[in-house]
């Protein structure tokens, strides 16, 4: 028993020796639980460390609304809706919005009658614009489907074309007639350029025709928009006092009414 006594370290040491096997004891179940490469995984593969994290689906649920809630909300969106267009309930916004589906009509409806001679004068010109590359466009795919025969040429056929298949009004059938006789590529070319054309003035109709209508749509959302001289809110300079000076210091002075 003395030998044995001997190879044990001195009772000072006993305290250090102690604590460090109990943090040991209480580290190991901790260090057990994480995978190792030689540790089998029990998920299989590809649930180890390199695994990618496990998105868990979201369990949060949207507050729903009381019967109250919902109700003052019905009972505000529907104080709003002031307007009525055929047998409907509608805000101004709406009404200008629907009603300017007929160009000028929405103007009319916002006391915007300054504004009419711009409408009707944009969709005019638009108008004229689309017309104008229709009627060409027709006239040069007309002729670019015509074929020389034993008898006649493209550019007599053309002569001989009829009014509603290319119109003789300001020369045109005689000027294309001689355009195709010096260089047969005129009808071809002409089809492209005139379908380009079209197609332009169709997508610039269409942006002008939705321009009018926001127009209305905006004027109706300002209608109730206060911009006279009594707001709530007003700002003015004036002259602020300084403790201990004698000149005042130039400021900005804000006046809130309440209603």
Not at 199 to 217: P, T
Not at 247 to 252: E, N
Request: glycine share 10%; hydrophobic share 40%; no cysteine.
């Amino acid at each position: 028993m003395k030998n044995i006594l001997l190879l044990l370290p001195p009772r000072r040491g006993w305290g250090w020796l102690l604590g460090l096997v109990l943090l040991l004891a209480g580290a190991a179940p901790a260090w057990a639980q994480y995978p190792t490469s030689t540790t089998p995984n029990p998920l299989g593969a590809g649930t180890g460390l390199n695994a990618p994290p496990i998105v868990r689906p979201d369990t949060s649920t949207v507050r729903k609304l009381s019967k109250k809630e919902k109700r003052s909300q019905a009972a505000a969106d529907s104080a709003k809706r002031t307007e009525r267009l055929f047998g409907l309930h509608l805000t101004r916004p709406e009404k200008a919005g629907i009603l300017a589906l007929v160009p000028g009509t929405g103007q009319i409806y916002n006391h915007k009658y300054w504004k009419l001679p711009l409408v009707y004068g944009m969709v005019g010109g638009l108008g004229y614009w689309v017309s104008y590359q229709v009627r060409y466009y027709g006239y040069y795919k007309f002729a670019n489907n015509l074929r020389p025969t034993s008898t006649k040429t493209v550019a007599q056929q053309i002569n001989d074309a009829k009014d509603y298949e290319i119109s003789d009004k300001d020369g045109v059938r005689t000027a294309l007639a001689a355009a195709v006789a010096a260089n047969p590529n005129v009808t071809l070319n002409g089809l492209i350029f005139y379908r380009r054309n079209l197609d332009l003035s169709i997508l610039i109709s269409g942006l002008g025709f939705g321009l009018q209508i926001l127009d209305a749509v905006v004027d109706a959302h300002l209608h109730d928009f206060d911009v006279s001289d009594n707001l709530s809110l007003n700002w003015q300079p004036v002259l602020l006092p300084v403790p201990g000076q004698l000149v005042p210091a130039p400021g900005l002075g804000l006046t809130l009414r309440t209603k």
